[in-house]
């Protein structure tokens, strides 16, 4: 729910009001799960987790370097 409303924040409120915005926390994690394979090509990784007692869902994204930089001569 955290995440959502930060995407959200940061898209304004004309996307985030519009047909196409994710409309529960649910949807987001399903997007996320079908975009994992094609965010991780470009550097991207996704992780699903629970945490806690109450067993809060978490999602961790990270970056990874996908091509190593080469090094100053």
Do not use: C, N
């Amino acid at each position: 729910l955290e995440l959502q409303g930060a995407l959200g924040e940061m898209a304004g409120d004309r996307v985030a009001k519009s047909k196409t915005w994710l409309d529960s926390p649910r949807a987001l994690a399903g997007r996320l799960r079908r975009a994992a394979t094609f965010l991780r090509k470009i550097g991207i990784e996704i992780g699903f987790d629970r945490e806690g007692r109450a067993r809060t869902r978490v999602i961790h994204i990270t970056t990874t370097p996908s091509h190593p930089a080469p090094e100053p001569a």
